[in-house]
């Protein structure tokens, strides 16, 4: 058959058609081909962003819980140091916090020198991807180039996913580091309080000291979480220290070889508050006997006869003669005029006894020229009329107290007593 005209009419529309429509079906696959492209880079983005933006919470729960490791590893080793062997029950808690906190530093890659001290690695970089860094992505060109930006895109996800897992997993080792840590803590408190109950005390401690210790151990159990345990620790050794302390001052006290001797403003103080020691004193000293000498030779001259009626005693025979007036009167009505052994000024070798020791001294003329004259030698009447309170003593005029002239003078214009002179009292502490 010859092609005519209208065949080949035909058959080139045929062709064209089939053309168009390859044509219009490879644009169609295309467009497909390329709007998928398009929503897997899109997709790639939103994932990358996300993946990026886990990784960024996880540097900073990171960087969180780091901090606090320095913070607790500091505290801890404040811990051990405050606490000696000697206020645990186990030693070996010491030895167990130590190591928890070492083993802390070590889990959250603090940098500690000769375990002292510890600080933070350089901070952790929250840094975000670099391609992730704009808000918006510019959009390849043709498919090809989307595709191969998805896959790297998707790299990048996977890697930003792999860190994400890798900084959790280390804030979860650092967690449970803590927890450790906080264990060890406990357990150091419980040993510290189980030896606090167990310590016994000593007998002769002033009660406000046993309670505090008590109050100090009781604090020991009753912590709560974030409660500075170096306080209590060093609270609890306190207590303990003062307890011990006031107990060896009780023994002390009872100790009368261990008083000490007290001058105030250069002048030895004896009285009710102030004592000697049992050792003390050897007899009157040479200045008193010689300025008694010079006065009962000056009182004769005026016609008083002068005499030491009791000298120098010695802590025990202050001790006999003070037991003798508590037999006989009572210890309250004892101590109103006569000294307790160690309180005596008979004992300090700078007082005596004159003529007759009563009352009717202080109104005869040889004790009223006594109670004028005696400063010009250097003594003082020392427990004046009236002055009880202050002195702890009834009136004794026949008691003098060697102070030298200056003083003594001193003291006898002021008109008062010894005491209010040097603003000291005179009472016993029992
Ligand atoms: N009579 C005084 C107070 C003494 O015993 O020392
Ligand atoms: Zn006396």
């Given at each position: 058959m010859k092609f005519g005209r209208r065949q080949w009419v035909i058959t080139i529309s045929l062709v064209g058609a089939l053309i168009v429509g390859v044509g219009a079906g490879f644009g169609v696959w295309l467009f497909t081909q390329t709007a998928g492209a398009t929503a897997e880079f899109s997709a790639a983005v939103t994932g990358a962003r996300e993946a990026n933006g886990e990784r960024n919470r996880a540097a900073l729960e990171l960087n969180e819980t780091r901090a606090e490791a320095l913070a607790r590893h500091t505290a801890a080793l404040a811990l051990v140091a405050a606490t000696e062997p000697s206020v645990l029950d186990d030693a070996a808690t010491r030895e167990g916090l130590s190591e928890s906190a070492a083993s802390l530093a070590n889990t959250a890659g603090l940098q500690t020198a000769d375990g002292e001290s510890a600080r933070l690695p350089d901070p952790l970089l929250v840094t975000r991807a670099p391609r992730l860094a704009?808000?918006?992505?510019?959009?390849?060109?043709?498919r090809d180039t989307k595709r191969e930006a998805t896959t790297e895109l998707q790299r990048e996800t996977a890697a930003l996913v792999d860190e994400s897992h890798r900084l959790h997993a280390l804030t979860s080792d650092i967690d449970d580091a803590l927890s450790a840590l906080t264990a060890a803590e406990d357990t150091l408190m419980a040993s510290a309080y189980a030896k606090g109950q167990t310590t016994e005390l000593p007998e002769l401690a002033a009660d406000d000291t046993k309670d505090a210790y008590a109050a100090a151990v009781t604090a020991l159990s009753s912590y709560e979480e974030g409660a500075d345990l170096v306080a209590l620790i060093t609270t609890y050794t306190r207590a303990l220290a003062a307890a011990i302390t006031s107990a060896e001052e009780a023994v002390r006290a009872q100790d009368p070889a261990s008083v000490e001797p007290s001058y105030i403003r250069g002048i030895l103080v004896v009285n009710k508050t102030y004592g000697l020691p049992?050792?003390?004193?050897?007899?009157?000293t040479a200045e008193t006997t010689a300025a008694f000498d010079r006065m009962r030779a000056d009182a004769a001259s005026a016609g008083h006869e002068l005499y030491i009626s009791s000298g120098f005693r010695s802590y025990g025979s202050q001790e006999s003669i003070y037991n003798r007036y508590v037999a006989a009167d009572g210890q309250a009505e004892a101590d109103r005029y006569s000294a307790r052994p160690g309180h005596s000024e008979h004992q300090s070798g700078l007082t005596f006894d004159l003529n007759c020791i009563c009352e009717a001294f202080g109104h005869q003329a040889d004790g009223q020229w006594v109670a004028d004259n005696a400063h010009r030698y250097g003594?003082?009447?020392?427990y004046p009329q009236a002055k009880e309170q202050v002195t702890g003593y009834i009136w004794e005029p026949w008691h003098l107290r060697y102070l030298g002239i200056d003083v003594a003078t001193d003291v006898f214009q002021s008109g008062l007593t010894l005491e209010e002179y040097l603003g000291v009292t005179s009472k016993y502490s029992n």
């Open positions: 704009g808000t918006s992505f510019e959009m390849p060109g043709n049992s050792w003390f004193g050897d007899g009157l003594f003082i009447v020392r």
